[in-house]
């Protein structure tokens, strides 16, 4: 415990190893400022969320490009900040979490960016939240190996990709570093340690302190992360606009803002990511109520390529490149199988996603595994040639209306006994990794993190509610769900065996997809009482 700016601040997880090396009173100190600064903000701009989710579902409010911001998207005179050292070229991201083994293997994956997943790909138990802090600032200074079970040492090879950390959404609370009793932001809290420990260290190396920004609703919570990025270089001594920040298109509302939320964050915005499973999540969420013409297909027939998601991706590129910013696509989620047969199957589908995005202009692309590197970045080189990026393909041919990215109906296909079936054995499968500490989960030979639990059983709940009818006519009720559920679950367990959480899962599955409202997994009763209890 300890005196912070005339407050209490207490840190309740248990110090572990070399736990104490991150969370070092003036590491700690540095958080508070941040949290006590940025937290009545913070809320209100959360009960805004809720406001604005409330009006669009009851239909007092209709989504579309804001008029009060019409001059920033009109004015074409400005641009974002230059590219930073080691952003120039960003064909090829993979993603994953924080741990010491994805650490040394994505950081020589021949990526040519790491995001450091503290998010989505990291299940926040107190040990993952501040392992991952370790094994990043071991990293930074090339000073981190992994040795497997067989004995073979890895060490950071000679050309490392350039990290980019994402810390957790706004929405999300550290439970175990208190401030007079209440939680401090998860998000302050994965920034702020990363930053405090490693912006000067990242500087002296060529690169700097770079940041993927989740779940962003609007250019108001950009424009929060702006303040905090430049608090944060006060208080250090960092030059003003030395961050640099990627912001993840995920929510409908962002959508309709991205001129608005690179204009706030201009002197740190490096450039927007199209986040699919989240971005469908969200569409979901805030038109639960309005019926058929909202409700989606299996997700496997969501494609980027059905046309209110390519107005969507369209939009992004074209955004990005008149203000100089990069445009990176989605995940390719595919994990290389023993199978030669599955893995040409799905290599070839890879193959036609980012040859998809690269011809529409998008900057690089992501992959979650390091065996999906090659594919990608021959695509990119192909179309890329002797150039880092595509900003000079300004896609003026784009012009996408307020209808195109509401045209949920556009997506067709059909909702069937299987797609349903396979949401909720995915879902279960990945609570119960998730509250085993594994976030990022190899589950039908693809990697699945949070947005997969999200989008699965908020399908579920959508299908529900509005009685929807399988490819067989039969309307998926709330009690064929259970029988499925329970299906699935035995199947599951026969998998997985005594030691998985699937009593847990059920429960939470339950609680998140088959009751009336439509409560986030990532904030649940259930989430909080884990994180209470790790």
Known sequence: MADTLNTRLEVTGPADGRFAEILTPAALDFVAKLDNTFAGRRRELLDERRRRRERLQSGEEQLDFL????????????????????????????????DRKMTVN???????????DFEDATSPTWHNVIDGQLNLFDAIRRNIDFTTEAGKRYTIGDDPA?????????????????????PVSASLVDFGLYFFHNARQLLARGSGPYFYLPKLESHQEARLWNDVFLLAQKELG???????????????????????????LREHAAGLNAGRWDYIFSVIKNFSAHGADFVLPDRAQVTMTVPFMRAYTELLVSTCHRRGAHAIGGMAAFIPSKDPATNEHALEKVRQDKEREAGDGFDGSW?????????????????LGGWPNQ???????????????LDVASAGGEVTEAGVRANINVALRYIDSWLRGTGAAAIHNLMEDAATAEIARCQVWQWIRNGTKLEDGTALTHELAVEFLDDELAKVRADLGPSARLDDARAIFTETA???KLPSFLTTVAYARYLTER
């Open 67 to 98: 008029p009060q911001t019409r001059s920033i998207r009109s004015d074409e005179s400005w641009h974002v900040a230059p590219v930073a050292p080691g952003l120039e070229d960003r064909r090829v991201e993979i993603t994953g979490p924080t």
């Open 106 to 116: 994505a950081l020589n994956s021949g990526a040519k960016v790491w995001l450091a």
């Open 162 to 182: 350039t990290i980019v950390a994402r810390p957790r959404g706004w929405h999300l609370v550290e439970k175990h570093i208190r401030i007079d009793g209440r």
């Open 238 to 264: 960092i030059p003003r606009g030395t961050i640099r920040a990627t912001v993840l298109i995920e929510t409908i509302t962002a959508a309709f803002e991205m001129d608005e939320i690179l204009y706030e």
């Open 367 to 383: 992959v979650a595994h390091p065996g999906l590197v090659p594919v990608c970045r021959e695509v990119f080189d192909q179309v």
């Open 391 to 405: 900003l000079g393909k300004l896609r003026e041919d784009v012009t996408v209306e307020a209808s195109d990215l």
């Open 514 to 516: 088959l009751g009336e």
